[in-house]
């Protein structure tokens, strides 16, 4: 790749959660996450986000009355159903795309109002989004941030729970080589390495990786959701913290359960929205 579109890392990952933005807002903040305030997008979606040190967690939702404005965001099972890539130069990776054959749309402009101490700002993207045909259960697409200071910000990037950043997100598929194509060409050749059960590709300091179902309950238990129609589904996240020691003992102090995880604890999707959620050291 060239022209501003080398690295391959995540902007941010997208929790779906329909009409029931408060309530999991709620329950993210018991689970030890610093969120920012309702945001209201010109689109007609609302948010909450966890901020890391690079990347993001976005709760997204609707209010009430406002489900027909993003219809198609609200098809798939809500939980985890975005994972989204930093653009580099997004005019340079919009090409970039489509010379290399992948389905992606025209881009996408909107703004949310932030709401500062000396007052009100438009916080403005541009999107590049990936048809949804080839993606699991839900939506790839990259984010430009034409104002990343009105989302970055100190006062937001502190978790009770430790969090600093995003270290994995697994999708579960039945054929996870036939799922990875849609990343190999976006991101290839040779962005894919095999791993047990299946495939996977570095994101910064990220890996995505897609597993077989199999592999998945092995690596995770009965703690994470099926696809209600067997197909593929992103399943799990995977969140670097400080401390795995500040995680577990917030969680302990909310009364909320966990298990081991590799080398830390994860929390069960219906403790988090309909996705599997481990923090790891």
Request: with cysteine; proline share 7%.
């Amino acid at each position: 790749m060239h022209n501003g579109v080398s690295k391959v890392l995540i902007d941010h990952v997208v929790v779906t959660v329909g009409d029931q933005l408060e309530a999991t807002a709620d329950r993210y903040q018991r689970l030890g996450f610093n969120l920012t305030e309702r945001g209201h997008h010109t689109l007609g979606t609302s948010n909450h986000l966890a901020i890391f040190e690079t990347d993001y967690l976005e709760l997204l939702g609707f209010l009430p009355g406002r489900e027909t404005s993003r219809a198609d965001l609200w098809r798939d099972p809500p939980g985890l159903t975005g994972l989204v890539f930093k653009p580099g130069d997004p005019d340079a990776r919009y090409a970039d795309l489509q010379a290399r054959g992948v389905p992606i749309e025209e881009p996408l402009e909107f703004s949310r109002p932030v709401a500062l101490a000396d007052g009100l700002r438009d916080a403005r993207f541009r999107v590049l989004r990936v048809a949804p045909g080839p993606v699991a259960n839900g939506r790839t697409f990259f984010c430009h941030h034409y104002t990343p200071e009105l989302v970055w910000r100190p006062e937001w990037q502190q978790h009770p729970n430790g969090t600093v950043g995003i270290a994995e997100l697994t999708i579960a598929a039945r054929d996870p080589g036939r799922t990875a194509q849609i990343y190999d060409r976006m991101f290839g050749p040779g962005v894919l390495t095999p791993t047990r059960g299946g495939v996977a590709f570095r994101a910064g300091a990220a890996t995505v990786s897609i597993l077989d179902p199999t592999e998945v309950a092995t690596r995770f238990g009965n703690v994470v959701e099926p696809s209600p129609d067997g197909g593929d589904r992103m399943v799990a996240l995977a969140l670097a913290t400080k401390s795995v020691a500040q995680a577990r003992a917030h969680l302990d102090r909310a009364s909320i359960p966990c298990d081991p995880y590799d080398s830390g604890i994860v929390v069960s999707a219906k403790s988090a929205a309909g996705v599997a959620l481990a923090f790891v050291g």
